[in-house]
């Protein structure tokens, strides 16, 4: 999936080649230190966000089990074309057939 966003143009800091073991704390800061937003798929980050008030620049929160990371990195794709300027702050949930985007703690 980085590397097919990487392939369109996207500037991508993976974390599993970068910094591979680090906590999901660090995770989210370093991405807010970065004015980045957060492509994961681990439902752990809606609970730093929503329970903990964490700083962020915007989750995107993949929840679509059974595609390829090609298909993740497609559905992407359209969510930042479609959605650009909804998903800075924003807590995003993306399924294989919808999105859910919430405006949460920054």
Known sequence: ?????REVGFEIFSIAEQSHGIS???VLEIAHENG?????QDKDF???????G???EGVILLRS??????QKADLCLI?????TNELPGAF???YKDYVKIRKGNK
């Open 54 to 56: 964490k700083a962020h």
């Open 36 to 40: 980045s937003l957060l492509i994961t």
């Open 92 to 94: 995003t949930v993306v």
């Open 46 to 52: 809606g609970d730093l966000v929503y329970r903990l």
């Open 65 to 70: 089990e059974g595609l390829t990371p090609y």
């Open 79 to 83: 969510l930042v074309t479609q959605h």
């Open 24 to 26: 999901d704390e660090l």
């Open 1 to 5: 999936m980085v590397q097919k966003l």
